[in-house]
């Protein structure tokens, strides 16, 4: 099968399109015959170094496509079966093998392409305003990086709770996408200081609930912005990770929670995972939540998917097909 | 009138008692008579001089009594009323001049005694068991220091809401208590470890959250025993203040939740204040909420109930009384 293949840790050109077996399914797995892949900053990272990998590597952990073959364990899923599914490494692929419980069903009415690019981004919003923080309508939400991947959707599924939500980006189209997106307020943070901009928009009284997936560059102005007894969402770290901690400022700042969460934690059970992907599917059916697919590529492109990830141009999804 | 009063920081001896003019209110202040004032380790740190005042400052944080003046823009409270009070300054004395809008009522069924026994302590052990986590029946919770001041009435909170409480304490005496007040386990921190306890008590899962009023030599091991998306309230330091950690800690451990509350921030507005204090009061005109008022002392001798404070013998609640 073809496969992009990773030897050696480095820039998007350290992966290259080779020809590789094809992986045979354990007693507990199941073969899938991949469609489409999801592209993340977390391949990025563990392409580049940032995180640790067993070399050579088959980048991706996200996809969606067809059961081929399955182990003879296997209880949930059959051939034929159209499934998705997020951490699972080697979906830069035309075939990989998953635990069959990290394989979730997928409706007719939903697309590879839709399946594959809301498993991550979509599964993360999902958490964070149901979970995370529940979030309740008339409260107000800060959303860093508001017409980002994970950004864009949450958006819309607090914009749906009835929350109020103020986005921050980097430019004036991406401001006009998290408007579009339903967020009641954009400030675009290269030429407004978000700190100031939250405080007037909510009269001094900062907001109930901060969604942060920047990390280190907003987290000291983030403590400034919320409520008595508001909560710090850590997400993510597209800038950086956050410094050093001291509990004290917490208390200081007004006894603030923080949490510094990551998906795996949130779908940890088989039923936590299905309910979630069946909420997340149900709203994309109903066209209660747009997925933003900003570009697709063919898989022996996925060098230049990840440079224009990089390159931070593009809002929206970056998928492969394969 | 009498007041003790510290004219220079320092240790038990630097507090004298004093014969002073009965304070005026000013328009926005009540005069109260007291009748019990409770003694807190916040008054040592006063005194000392670590927290700091204008001198000569008359030591004293929390009291109840009746009020025999009020200002002429107090509306809130009229002469004759029984009152209580935490968190204004002046307590060692007779009478103090409180902000009309700090004083709570006190019901016919609390006496002077009890009330000031619990209006810093069971106010903390109030809102963290109702708001910082609002705990539910069949939860279970860890409480640090489980037969201190906080920690015997958290305990019976817990108890009382239907919550499983593992307690940990340093000796069988405090054991002992810690069971008396509802506590499920009682961990002897002097001679199991705490962590590797908690976890066989849940059978590996976690305690839902920790109070820790500890701090420094409890707090990482206190994440180790929360379950995935658990809850550490870390409302004090006793054992050193908690130094500044890496928030990536709460990512590995299990996505999880860290606050730092302080009582001022759970009181902010007097409609917080009165509901809480009320049902704080509520509480133990039911007979719900025990109290171990464990030594009074004539107002003349604070310097003896510092000298039993700060030697730690003690495991209930000091008062001076006037």
Not at chain 1, 292 to 313: C, F, N, S, V, W
Not at chain 2, 50 to 63: D, F, H, S, T, V
Not at chain 2, 70 to 88: F, L, N, P, Y
Request: proline fraction near 5%; glycine fraction near 12%.
């Amino acid at each position: 099968m073809k496969a992009i293949r990773v030897e050696h840790q480095g820039g998007p050109e350290v992966m290259e399109l080779a020809e590789v077996p094809i992986p045979q399914p354990k007693p507990t797995e199941a073969l899938v015959r991949i469609g489409v892949a999801g592209v993340n900053s977390i391949d990025g990272q563990i392409r580049d170094g940032r995180l640790r990998a067993v070399l050579p590597f088959i980048p991706g952990q996200e996809g969606a496509g067809v059961v081929t073959a399955v182990g003879g364990q296997v209880k949930t899923v059959k051939i034929g079966d159209r499934v998705a599914w997020s951490g699972a490494l080697g979906s830069y692929a035309e075939y990989v093998v998953s635990p069959e419980e990290h394989l979730v069903p997928v409706p007719d009415s939903i697309s590879d392409e839709q399946a594959a690019a809301a498993m991550i981004h979509g599964l993360t919003a999902h958490y964070l305003v149901n979970d995370a923080h529940k979030l309740k309508a008339g409260e107000t939400a800060l959303v860093h990086a508001a017409a980002g991947g994970v950004g864009l959707l949450l958006v819309q599924m607090a914009r749906a709770i009835g929350a109020r939500l103020i986005g921050t980006v980097s430019s004036d189209e991406k401001a006009e996408l998290a408007r579009a997106a339903g967020a009641d307020e954009v400030i675009v943070f290269t030429r407004q200081d978000f700190e100031a901009e939250v405080k007037r928009l909510t009269d001094g009284k900062g907001v109930d609930v901060v969604y942060d997936g920047v990390g280190k560059a907003t987290f000291e102005k983030n403590l400034n912005v919320m409520r008595l007894r508001g909560m710090l969402v850590i997400y993510g770290m597209s800038s950086g990770a956050v410094p050093l901690v001291d509990p004290a400022k917490l208390s200081e700042k007004g006894s603030l929670y923080m949490a510094r969460t990551t998906l795996a934690h949130f779908t940890a059970t088989r039923q936590e995972l299905l309910a979630r992907t069946s909420a997340l599917f149900g709203m994309i059916a109903e066209g209660k939540l747009k997925v933003r697919i900003a570009k697709t590529y063919p898989l022996a492109e996925a060098a230049q998917a990840h440079r224009d990830m990089e390159g931070r141009k593009v809002a929206g999804k970056l998928l492969l097909i394969v | 009138m009498k007041a003790i009063r510290v004219k220079q920081p320092g240790g038990p001896e630097a507090m004298e008692v004093v014969e002073l003019p009965v304070p005026q209110p000013k328009p926005n202040e009540a005069v109260v008579k007291l009748g019990a004032s409770g003694v807190n380790f916040i008054d040592v740190y006063f005194r000392e001089g670590r927290y700091k005042a204008p001198l000569p400052l008359i030591l004293g944080q929390e009291g109840a009594g009746v009020v025999t003046a009020v200002g002429s823009e107090a509306r809130s409270v009229k002469v004759g009323d029984r009152v209580a009070w935490t968190g204004v300054p002046g307590a060692y004395a007779e009478y103090a001049a409180v902000p009309a809008d700090r004083l709570v009522p006190v019901p016919a069924e609390v006496s002077d005694r009890e009330a000031a026994s619990v209006m810093l302590q069971g106010m903390t052990a109030h809102y963290l068991s109702h708001d910082t986590y609002p705990l539910k029946r069949g939860e279970t919770a860890l409480v640090h220091a489980g037969a201190g001041g906080v920690g015997l009435l958290l305990v019976q909170m817990a108890h009382n809401i239907g919550a499983r409480v593992i307690a940990t304490v340093s000796t069988d005496e405090k054991a002992k208590l810690a069971r008396g007040a509802g506590a499920d386990e009682v961990i002897l921190y002097t001679q199991a470890d705490f962590e590797a306890e908690t976890k066989r008590l849940t059978g590996g899962k976690g305690v839902d959250v920790v109070y820790d009023s500890v701090g420094k030599t409890t707090f990482e091991k206190g994440l180790n025993i929360l379950r995935p998306r658990g809850m550490m309230a870390l409302f004090g330091g006793s054992s050193g203040a908690v130094p500044a950690f890496d928030p990536i800690l709460l990512t590995q451990k299990g996505s999880l939740y860290l606050t730092r509350p302080s009582l001022g921030n759970y009181i902010a507005t007097r409609e917080e204040l009165v509901a809480r204090s009320g049902a704080v009061f509520g509480m133990m005109a039911a007979g719900k909420l025990k109290l171990r008022i464990e030594h009074t002392y004539p107002l003349a001798e604070a310097q003896r109930a510092h000298r039993e404070l700060e030697g730690r013998k003690t495991t209930g609640k000091l008062l001076l009384i006037p």
